[in-house]
């Protein structure tokens, strides 16, 4: 058997990972600012999250929904302490698509209307709900198809308040990513997410915070949404809240009540899920990493403001994107293969940089110095 063919590969095998390394099966270590796109948020194996799997290993791995799983409630009243969001509900399930799909999905059970407002250069996921709001074609199959979702140009109220003006009672619910990741790094502007929010509240749609990327503490605040003051109705999370073990979730406002077999899932919750997210909660809250992120991100970012070659930096906290002009193409290849740097890319021309929130002075200055001498290689 073979594998299917769908992910373009850097023929790179990783056999070791620690903090913001890993090094591959010849010895050879490199940078990760990538972190697997956007998952490690901790830091590669990190000790004491290894230590909250492994105990739990030795006691039980899974069993279904079907019975009370304390480490559920456990993971949810740190997550409402860590995220400020005490009052909400939490609903786990395994991946981002996933937690959208169910956010979707929920928002219309509860309001009982089926359209939905996504935005241009948006990306929820691959599943069916989550992919028809996803603004690719080549994502979407004929049968997902559908005219239940409107596409409107990003961070443009006025086209938001036009559309809800003529459909607003039709409109179910309205997902937006508070930093659009796949799209190219475009923060949404904290007056667009005010008005996401006030026209939600006056026509009875819910606001779906798509945090699935941004969230988690990524931008410094642990949700981007945040910067702008709003409450959403739902967020997704999922990357980043296990720091490699696949696991994801809802949490949803404590006006939107639950009603059995709603929503549902085999595995998520599971108790090894459960003790690794609760391990990158710890960590999180023990080691400042939220602190650390909006510091780091700024040396960053001030630093790559001052590279004239590199175009529209931006983003937030460790989740920072740049453009990069024709003359230095080759930039984000030759940080991999010469400097041994891993980077995120977006189409046609963005380098995204997604690492762990505990990323070192050191290394991000190493990054630094790196593109600086790739630039000056390219250009001259
Ligand atoms: C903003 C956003 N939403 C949803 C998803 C889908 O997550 P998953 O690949 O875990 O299904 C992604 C993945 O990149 C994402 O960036």
Not at 80 to 107: H, P, T
Request: glycine content about 8%; proline content about 3%; overall charge neutral.
């Amino acid at each position: 058997m073979t594998l299917f063919d769908v992910y373009p590969i850097n023929d790179i095998i990783i056999s070791k990972a620690r903090g913001s390394y890993v090094w591959d099966d010849k010895g050879e270590q490199y940078l990760d600012l990538y972190g697997g796109h956007a998952v490690i948020s901790i830091g590669h194996t990190h000790p004491h999250w290894v230590k909250r799997i492994e105990e739990q290993l030795e006691k039980i791995a899974f069993y279904s929904n079907s019975i009370r799983i304390p480490l559920q409630q456990e993971l949810a009243t740190k997550l409402g302490k860590v995220s400020g969001k005490e009052d909400y509900q939490l609903f786990l399930c395994n991946s981002g698509a996933e937690a959208n799909e169910n956010a979707l999905k929920l928002a219309s059970f509860h309001n009982g209307r089926k359209k939905i407002i996504a935005f241009n250069k948006s990306f929820h996921g691959r599943t069916s709900l989550a992919v028809s709001a996803t603004d690719n074609k080549n994502y979407i199959a004929p049968v997902n198809e559908t005219d239940n979702v409107i596409f409107l140009p990003f961070n443009d109220e006025a086209a938001l308040e036009e559309c809800f003006s003529k459909q607003g009672h039709a409109i179910s619910s309205v997902i937006i990513e508070g930093i659009q990741g796949v799209g190219g790094i475009n923060v949404a502007e904290v007056s667009f997410l005010k008005k996401i929010r006030s026209l939600c509240d006056h026509y009875g749609a819910l606001y779906i915070a798509d945090s699935v990327q941004c969230g988690y503490g990524r931008t410094g605040k642990f949700f981007s949404h945040d910067y702008a003051g709003v409450q959403a109705d739902i967020y997704t999370m999922a990357k980043g809240m296990g720091n490699g073990f696949p696991v994801a979730g809802i949490i949803i406002a404590p006006h939107i009540k639950p009603k059995h077999f709603q929503l549902g899932t085999t595995f998520g919750g599971n108790h090894l899920a459960c003790a690794a997210a609760i391990a990158v909660l710890e960590v999180l809250e023990e080691e400042k990493l939220m602190g650390n992120a909006t510091m780091i991100g700024k040396y960053l970012q001030d630093e790559l403001k001052t590279i004239p070659q590199l175009k529209n930096v931006r983003g937030r906290g460790l989740m920072i994107g740049f453009d990069v002009s024709e003359e230095i193409k080759d930039l984000k290849k030759n940080l991999l293969w010469k400097h041994k740097i891993f980077t995120g890319e977006a189409k046609p021309n963005v380098i995204r940089l997604l690492p762990s929130l505990a990323l070192k002075k050191r290394d991000a200055e190493q990054f630094i110095e790196s593109v600086k001498e790739e630039i000056s290689n390219l250009i001259s």
